[in-house]
């Protein structure tokens, strides 16, 4: 009479483990995930970071505010006329370090629309947690070379 094994059960519950462990590496971790819902710099809009296609966009969800963003803050004068309000402000992102799909994507490339003057920029998009825990969106809006971007700072929604 052989004995069943008790060796496969908890090599079977042992790989399940295991494939759970690696799946959830691959997902970013919440707090340097840009998905979700952002304060723009200027604390004007609330943009919601979403898949869309095989990227991820930003598209306004709440209006706030009119600040500009030029030195002093006064009233902003946008040159597109069109309601802020479902906007995408926010086009394209793809990661750009996929080529090692072990790993969660820690930045991203796409555009941003500046609708104060009416321009397009090349963008990159990181998060970072050094100064706000729930995360900081970190957008580099530049022509030509990141170099010569400036940074803007949004923070994320709170959680209810």
């Known amino acids: 009479m052989t004995m069943p094994s ?4 908890g090599r079977a ?14 997902q970013p971790s ?11 710099a200027n604390g004007n809009l609330e943009v919601e970071i979403a898949p869309c296609g095989t990227a991820l966009c930003g598209t306004v969800v709440k209006v706030l505010g009119n600040r500009s963003m030029a030195p002093g803050g006064g009233d902003m004068q ?16 793809k990661p750009v370090d ?5 790993r969660p994507p820690t ?3 796409g555009q941003i629309y500046n609708r104060e003057n009416g321009k397009t920029y090349s963008c990159n998009m990181t998060v ?7 995360g900081e969106l970190l957008l580099r809006a530049y022509v030509g070379l990141p170099l010569f971007g400036k940074t803007q700072h949004w923070l994320r929604v709170a959680q209810n």
């Open 6 to 9: 008790l060796h496969r059960p």
């Open 13 to 26: 519950f042992a790989a399940v483990v295991l494939s759970v462990a690696a799946a959830a590496q691959a």
């Open 30 to 40: 919440p707090a340097s995930d840009p998905r979700g819902r952002w304060i723009t």
């Open 78 to 93: 946008p040159a597109d006329a069109r309601p802020a309000l479902g906007m995408t402000l926010l086009q394209d992102f």
């Open 98 to 102: 996929a080529a090692d799909a072990s």
């Open 107 to 109: 930045e991203w490339a």
């Open 128 to 134: 970072s947690t050094a100064t706000h825990a729930d």
